[in-house]
């Protein structure tokens, strides 16, 4: 269980890394700073995401499960606030596309590491 959300937390930071790389108003210090990222954005999945999800659960209905990228984006910004300057998010669209591509690269990332670990 604890190696599984170390993975996890290894695997989110090397999206995050990637997603840095690729936009220039998503900006980290580093892999240490994506790491910290990762697992207070973790700590933000656990708590704060659930809330969110229960009260926009309408919005979401009708989107067809779109608005989630939002509440991801949400999340981020939030993990952004919470780390200052080291972590760097200019705008909110910039956040929702960050959000889209994490998710992609983590759902890739975790099928390529659980297909090698079987």
Known sequence: MLLRWVISVFLNAVALIVV?????????DGFGTALLASVILGILNVIVKPVLVVLTLPITLLS?????????????MITQAIMDDSFVIEGFGTAIIGAIVISLLTLL???LVNDTVR
């Open 20 to 28: 840095a790389e690729l936009f220039d108003s998503f900006q980290l």
């Open 109 to 111: 990332l975790n099928k």
């Open 64 to 76: 067809l499960g779109l608005f989630l990228f939002v509440i991801n984006a949400i999340t981020l």
